[in-house]
Antibody, heavy 120, light 111 residues
Framework: QVQLQESGPGLVKPSQTLSLTCTVSGGSISSDDYYWSWIRQPPGKGLEWIGYIHHSGTTYYNPSLKSRVTTSVDTSKNQVSLNLSSVTAADTAVYYC????????????WGKGTTVTVSS | QSALTQPASVSGSPGQSITISCTGTSSDVGGYNYVSWYQQHPGKAPKLMIYDVSNRPSGVSNRFSGSKSGNTASLTISGLQADDEADYYCSSFTSSNTLKVFGTGTKVTVL
């Protein structure tokens, strides 16, 4: 079955760019049937949707983060990437990638998440 | 776009039924049948429990059920078990430019 695994630096300095990768195994990231999502959860708080990307390049972002977010797909590596620029302590969170069905609005497969701390 | 409103906590005894509410607006919960529910145990990733208001993914117990009335969606857990103790989040598509919104989260305690 499809599995997702997030990876990236656990510590990022303020004002720098947070870069994470989500590796998909057991399925193709090039499938037309899915969007790939990023969601984050600050310590002790709720979930926040960051954005979606389709392998075709179509993207949707949370307006509150849109000016700082970019996502991309690397079909040769079966990976999705997230970049979040100009980070502050408020960006400290567990970051999850998840799969969303193209015709639906729910995430049916999630990665285990990766913790990112923003601190000097 | 504000988060959907959920009660902070709900509790019940083993075997009982509990219901978690999720209140939004006509731009999200009330306007579309795209409400989903996620279970999250401490330190774990969320798990999809209900999608499109009332559909259960394969492998999810039929003790979990979803419904909607107006701008409020509900998740009911029947025959409460110790392993049901977790945080639960609702989510909905929204016609606002946010596109997707989560609920504030509900901590379920099994007494």
């Amino acid at each position: 079955q499809v599995q997702l695994q997030e990876s990236g630096p656990g510590l990022v300095k303020p004002s720098q760019t947070l870069s994470l990768t989500c590796t998909v195994s057991g399925g193709s990231i090039s499938s037309d049937d899915y969007y790939w999502s990023w969601i984050r959860q600050p310590p002790g708080k709720g979930l926040e949707w960051i954005g979606y990307i389709h392998h075709s390049g179509t993207t949707y972002y949370n307006p509150s983060l849109k000016s700082r977010v970019t996502t991309s797909v690397d079909t040769s590596k079966n990976q999705v990437s997230l970049n979040l620029s100009s980070v502050t302590a408020a960006d400290t969170a567990v970051y999850y990638c998840a799969r969303r069905l193209f015709g639906g609005h729910h995430m049916d497969v999630w990665g285990k998440g990766t913790t990112v701390t923003v601190s000097s | 776009q504000s988060a959907l409103t959920q009660p902070a906590s709900v509790s019940g005894s083993p075997g009982q039924s509990i219901t978690i509410s999720c209140t939004g607006t006509s731009s999200d919960v009330g306007g579309y049948n795209y409400v989903s529910w996620y279970q999250q145990h401490p330190g774990k990733a969320p798990k999809l429990m209900i999608y499109d208001v009332s559909n259960r993914p394969s492998g999810v117990s039929n003790r979990f059920s979803g419904s909607k009335s107006g701008n409020t969606a509900s998740l009911t857990i029947s025959g409460l078990q110790a392993d049901d103790e977790a945080d639960y989040y609702c989510s909905s598509f929204t016609s606002s430019n946010t596109l997707k919104v989560f609920g504030t989260g509900t901590k379920v305690t099994v007494l």
